[in-house]
């Protein structure tokens, strides 16, 4: 991304996965189809995956949005 001094920036378009690729929400790393060792998450109604190692870094994060029923 390159930033401007008047303050407006431009940011490269991320490319599109290819179909049946998931993306990890937080690191951006990719796999094909969901792998078993991912989270699954539904945020604001809006699902997300994390990959293994993000979401071993934010357990605790995760778990602490789940409603009590859940723990």
């Known amino acids: 991304m390159t930033s401007f001094p008047d303050g407006h920036s431009t940011q490269r378009p991320e490319p599109e996965p290819e179909p049946g690729t998931t993306v990890c929400a ?9 792998p078993p060792t991912w989270t699954y998450s539904v945020e604001n109604g809006t699902g997300r995956h994390y990959c293994d190692r993000c979401a071993r870094e934010n357990l605790r994060a995760i778990e602490g949005r789940l409603d009590s029923e859940w723990w």
Do not use: D, E, F, V
């Open 26 to 34: 937080l690191c951006g790393a990719t796999a094909q189809g969901p």
